[in-house]
């Protein structure tokens, strides 16, 4: 049984008087924390000392041990530069003898005095060898003796000029001399070396001994001084557990727990703290419990009690303002009011947070449109989960009311929390809310009004949370575990409000979850119908009519499936261009595409071109969706409208209905020709991967690649050019080569390794380096082209044509009309690219085009043909598809049609004649308008 308070304080002063006495007697004479550390310190400082100075005398040896082999290195170096000594002698006075030029004497002449200084030098390293001083003594007498027949065949030389060269050089027995030098310098060489193994090897086994020594002497100490931290730890330690384990018995509820009074002074002392502190925490708990329990009736009673008064104040102010009053009250009596009401919202907000605490929230009651609610939710995270690329998708089932009666408020404060976590903890995928709603058993009221459960549903690909830990998210201040707080960040606050505020609605908040999967929460909150308002009419411009919905993901498509159809529209979905194109083909009639910008191989932009450019959807209304982090303005050449997801139910409503309810049904008709200055039109359009590491490279090329009308996709390394290509179809790829992790030469062969044949990019180099030797490597990697930074427009555009896509109007045969037809169709082509006054850039621009298809045509048909002969059929296919791009390009229509006849043919299999004749027939009629056209453009304009 517990002891009362008085029990509590009277053991505690006679217990602590008692242990007082003993604790101060041991602290004069027992071991302190003091002591036991001052002794470990000791010890440690000692060990180190011991180490210390035994390595200082040992590498105080080591040093010594060096010296003699230094020596032997000073005696092999001086020998060395007398021996140079001598051969420069040597080689200078048969230089004179040779020529009589007394200038080549000077290396004789300054040898012969520095040999004196080397041999002194000698002498004097090896004064304590005696064997060596014989040897350097034979040596100097030989070198003497040596340098004296020199002297004399140089006076000799000097007296009878060249007729006395034979006979000095018959005379002078240089070889013997010079073998006699070289076995004196060897003998002296070999016994400096035999030294030197002897010396070093001296100086290894000392070396060895050092190092053992060192090591044993490290380990003991070390050894010695973990037994000691040990023993010094145990005996702070195990008296600092006990006192923690009593504090943790009385947290746990026993309040009769006591630590023991045991070990160093210092810890006998804290755990008589300790033991009187716990008696103090258990009073002050117990005065703590009574307090909150008396603010919390004290804040539920004192809030009404002021609301009553004030309630009143402002009433009387409402009605007082209805009065005649001149400015001046008026002006008070508005103060007044203005007060009253901050002051009511400031104790509606003390209430609300003190009837949290005791789950008394009050709630509002007043009509909201759920689909308005769940689309205010998603917008508030949609830019985050378009930084992240995340698809976001929200959907309202046909079944759930659109109006309902409940708190909008809190509900939408829910919804906009979990949508926050799921886009904070998921990386990659989608984040799916579902919403709906289920009847209560229960009859209706007297308004018509009956009870529904309404139910969200959140699911995303996130992290997960594991089994263990899912009631734990919805703690206050608690997350999954502290590593999640390191990582993303917040208080683990918001899952416990959010299940509050469902459970006061009389709902709540479930989690399923996989780790590494994602998880779902599931809120329910009691809502009531409202018969008073009438759904929503489908409209007569929607109703009956089929929309083609294309996007690669099923739940998006999903989503729009069930929207649509509940306004009375048929739906048709595809998950990619190709079955679009495939429905369309079998004759599906379709009154409005939707399309969404971004899918793998053919995205929405290309899929829209290409159906502008059939004449069964060329007035076709389209809608383009694309991320919120997406530019899709600059499509409206294209598309009727764009909308960024995720989309507005409304918007997406308003949008479907105007672009529907044109007079005629009709679109105008094709994108005509852009005027001079805008964007390149989309059918020109490539689709870029650009490969660079350098950040100020990157916005270069990007800026470059944009004014040229191309879509640019930016990665930074080789490895995420690889994932790239194999995850999008690129029309070409801007490769840097020179890329850490991996460089764009083996990123370039893994493409053409891993990416399929239908879908390999052209690659283009992009390198500082301008040798020949990387031309070739890049060439060998599978690179098709090559560009020396800095990259200019002009280059830069120059390689990009030929890749250009065909425009997508049908071409026609070869040529039979005049060569002024076919000038004409160039020229106007010219127009669609630089305007009819074209800027020098722009000229310049032209003619580097026309030059570079009039340099590459006749090589691509060289090509065309020899793939013909090898019986290469997809050769044959890719090499008439570039000539068809860059040819349409250029205006050349007729050889574009012809390619794109080869083309077709060789994809089937079917191989054109190796000759080509009508193919070089047309290029030679297309060759003298562009020489004449280049000409022109490459001419000075005239103001």
């Known amino acids: 049984m517990g002891r009362t308070a008085g029990e509590r304080r009277l053991g505690r002063a006679s217990g602590g008087r008692e242990c007082e006495d003993v604790v101060a007697g041991q602290r004069r004479w027992g071991w302190t924390v003091g002591r036991l550390l001052a002794t470990g310190y000791l010890l440690a400082i000692a060990g180190l000392l011991t180490v210390g100075i035994s390595s200082y005398l040992r590498i105080g040896a080591l040093l010594a041990d060096r010296r003699p082999v230094d020596h032997t290195y000073d005696v092999l170096t001086e020998l060395s530069l007398l021996r140079n000594q001598v051969l420069e002698a040597v080689r200078g006075e048969f230089g004179f003898l040779l020529t009589g030029d007394e200038a080549l004497l000077a290396p004789y002449q300054n040898a012969a005095v520095t040999m004196e200084s080397s041999i002194a030098s000698l002498r ?160 002050a708990r117990d005065q703590a419990v009574t307090a909150a329990r008396t603010k919390t009736a004290f804040l539920a009673t004192m809030s009404h009690e002021i609301r009553t008064p004030l309630n009143a104040v402002i009433g009387v102010t409402g009605l007082l303002m209805d009065t005649r009053l001149d400015e001046e009250q008026r002006s008070l009596v508005t103060t007044a009011r203005d007060s009253g009401d901050a002051l009511l919202e400031i104790i509606n907000e003390i ?55 409940g708190d909008a408020t809190r509900f939408r404060q829910i ?103 994602g998880s779902t929460f599931t809120v329910t909150a009691r809502v009531r119908t409202c018969p008073t308002v009438q759904h929503r009419a489908t409209s007569d411009v929607l109703a009956g009519r089929t929309a083609l919905v294309v996007d690669d993901n099923d739940t998006n498509r999903k989503v729009l499936r069930t929207q649509l159809t509940s306004w009375g529209m048929h739906c048709v979905d ?83 209905s105007r672009v529907m309810s044109r007079g005629d049904g009709t679109r105008a008709g094709p994108p005509q020709p852009a ?17 660079e590491d350098n950040p100020v490279n990157q916005k270069v090329a990007q800026l470059m690649l944009t004014k040229l009308g191309h879509r640019v996709d930016v990665v930074g390394n080789g490895i995420e050019a690889v994932r790239a290509a194999r995850k999008t179809a690129y029309d070409v790829v801007l490769m840097d080569v020179h890329m850490p992790e991996l460089d764009g030469l083996a990123a370039t062969r893994l493409i053409r390794s891993q990416v399929p044949e ?25 690179m ?78 060289d090509l065309i043909a020899q793939a013909a002969c090898r019986g290469d059929a997809a050769a044959v296919a890719m090499h008439a598809h570039a000539l068809k791009g860059s040819a349409a390009n250029i205006g050349a229509d007729a050889l574009s049609a012809l390619a794109g006849e080869v083309e077709v043919e060789a994809r089937g299999e079917r191989l054109p004649e190796p000759s080509l004749a009508r193919m070089r027939e047309e290029f030679e009629l297309v060759r003298p308008v562009l020489s004449m056209l280049r000409t022109e453009l490459d001419s000075t304009p005239t103001g």
Request: one cysteine or more; aromatic letters at 4%.
């Open 784 to 861: 098709d082209d090559y560009l020396a930074k800095p990259v200019r427009p002009s280059d830069l555009a120059a390689a990009l044509a030929p890749m250009l896509p065909v425009r997508l109007e049908s071409g026609g045969g070869p040529s039979n009309g005049s060569a002024h037809d076919l000038e004409s169709s160039i020229r106007a082509r010219l127009d669609d690219l630089t305007g009819p006054h074209p800027s020098p850039e722009e000229r310049a621009l032209a003619s580097e085009l026309i030059g570079t298809f009039m340099s590459r045509t006749p090589g691509t048909i």
């Open 574 to 656: 595809a998950g990619s261009a190709q079955q679009a194109l495939a429905l369309l083909d079998a004759g599906t009639h379709i009154d409005v595409g939707i399309l969404d910008m971004h899918m793998p191989e053919v995205d929405g932009v290309r899929l829209g071109a290409e159906l502008r450019a059939r004449p069964d959807t060329a007035a076709l209304p389209m809608i383009l969706l694309s991320s919120i982090s997406q530019r899709s303005d600059q499509y409206g050449r294209i598309f009727d409208a764009s909308l960024t997801k995720p989309t507005r139910v409304s918007t997406l409503r308003a949008t479907l």
């Open 124 to 283: 004097r390293l090896t004064a304590d060898d005696q064997s060596q001083q014989i040897r350097i003594s034979g040596l100097h007498a030989l070198l003497d003796e040596y340098l004296a027949d020199l002297s004399d065949a140089v006076d000799q030389r000097r007296r009878e000029g060249m007729a006395a060269v034979p006979e000095v050089l018959a005379a002078t027995d240089a070889d013997e001399d010079t073998a006699r030098l070289e076995r004196l310098f060897d003998e002296i060489r070999q016994h400096e070396r035999e030294l030197l193994a002897q010396r070093q090897a001296t100086s290894e086994r000392n070396a060895n001994v050092t190092r053992a020594l060192v090591l044993w002497t490290t380990f003991g100490v070390a050894a010695l001084a973990g037994l000691g931290a040990w023993w010094f730890t145990r005996k702070v330690t195990r008296p600092v557990v006990r006192v923690t384990q009593a504090a943790r018995r009385v947290a746990a509820g026993d309040r009769d727990a006591r630590a023991e009074i045991a070990g160093p002074v210092e810890l006998r002392e804290m755990a008589l703290a300790v033991n009187a502190a716990t008696e103090a925490m258990v009073e």
């Open 351 to 405: 209430l609300d947070y003190s009837k949290i605490e005791a789950g008394e929230l009050r709630l509002e009651d007043s009509s909201f449109d759920v689909i308005e609610c769940l689309d205010s939710a998603l917008a508030l995270v949609a830019l985050q989960a378009a930084a992240k690329g995340l698809e976001l998708v929200g959907l309202v089932e046909p079944s759930c009311p659109h109006v309902v009666r």
């Open 675 to 691: 005027a001079p200055g805008s964007p390149p039109e989309p059918d020109g359009q490539l689709h870029v991967l650009l490969a």
């Open 758 to 782: 239908d879908r390999q990019p052209h690659i283009i180099a992009m390198t500082a380096s301008v040798l020949v030797e990387d031309r070739t490597a890049c060439s060998a990697a599978g």
């Open 415 to 517: 919804l906009a929390n979990l949508l926050s976590n799921a886009v904070k903890f998921t990386e990659t995928g989608e984040i799916v809310v579902t919403v709906d709603a289920q009847p209560l058993p229960g009859p209706e009221d007297e308004e018509g009004q009956r009870e529904l459960l309404l139910q969200a549903t959140v699911r995303d690909t996130g992290i997960g949370i594991p089994e263990e830990n899912m009631e734990d998210v919805f703690r206050s201040f608690s997350q999954v575990d502290a590593s999640t707080t390191r990582v993303y960040g917040g208080t683990g606050l918001g899952l416990a409000i959010s299940r509050q505020l469902a459970r006061a609605m009389g709902g709540d908040i479930t989690v399923a979850s996989t780790p590494g999967i």
